[in-house]
């Protein structure tokens, strides 16, 4: 049988990478689905806490984020799709009309 | 059996991650964002949390990903238009940071205990429902609520006239 701290390590492995895809790329599709990987990770550790401790709590929160998820990609892409109909990019270091 | 599995499926959802955040191409990436989805989805279901790798497949592989998917091919950016990347020093650091979380949040899963009593059953449809109508109700229709709002934002925004 696995041990919990496999799960929580996988789960840090899973957000580290999405961590580097968003400081270290500079295409907006790429940096939301690297948000997307992270979420999962936090996902992975939700579920295999709350089946280790019997209770249907961490389901119920992966749930919630996956709802969150899926709003959050919603809003993202139209966002992405407004601003490349006006900016002509989807590199992000472009954008910076609201750097001091 | 369990560990062959994890290590089998946790090594897809990693490799497919780090393929997310290094390919070029963002159809690339998406592709690959759907492999590291199946395979997470497999890890759920090796807690017993079938619910949850259904919804998993259906929500992340079927709408979340396929909506990128659309909007990859509707903005259609060509191969000579996507972002030069960042530097290899910024690169570099970044790899660098990310190690040193998950450094740390190895030396703090090492510390963390729990009981080891195989537990099942809670990752049910029925216990998962019986828990999302029962202590989450107003969670859950907060969370309509919520998808009210990201789609009424998602049609403002596709407005022509912004």
């Known amino acids: ?100 | 059996m369990e560990a062959l599995f994890f290590i089998l499926f946790g090594a897809i959802a990693v490799g497919g991650a780090v393929m997310v955040v290094t390919r070029r191409h963002p159809m690339v990436s998406a592709l690959y964002l759907i492999l590291t989805l199946f395979a997470v989805a497999a890890l759920f279901v090796l807690r017993h949390a079938h619910f949850l790798a259904a919804i998993q497949v259906i929500i992340y592989a079927g709408a979340v990903v396929v909506l990128f998917i659309f909007v990859i091919m509707l903005i259609n950016v060509p191969e000579s238009r996507l972002p030069v990347e960042r530097a290899t020093i910024v690169r570099v650091a970044g790899v660098i940071a990310a190690g040193l979380l998950i450094l740390e949040s190895a030396v703090l899963a090492r510390r963390f205990a729990m009981p080891k009593a195989p537990v099942s059953g809670v990752g049910t449809v029925e216990a998962v429902g019986r828990a999302l109508f029962t202590d989450y109700l107003l969670a859950f229709e907060v969370t309509s609520v919520l998808l009210l709002a990201a789609v009424i934002g998602a049609i403002a925004l596709s407005n022509k006239k912004l």
């Open chain 1, 1 to 100: 049988m696995i041990e919990p701290p496999a799960y929580l390590l996988l789960s840090a492995i899973l957000f580290g990478i999405g961590v580097v895809g968003v400081v270290a790329r500079r295409n907006i599709l790429i940096i939301l689905m690297s948000v997307e990987v992270m979420l999962n990770g936090v996902n992975v550790a939700f579920v295999a806490v709350g089946s280790y401790l019997g209770d249907a709590t961490g389901g119920i929160f992966a749930f919630m984020v996956m709802t969150v998820a899926a709003a959050e990609a919603a809003v993202g892409l139209a966002l992405l799709i407004a601003l490349y109909r006006i900016r002509e990019t989807i590199d992000i270091t472009e954008l910076k009309v609201l750097k001091w």
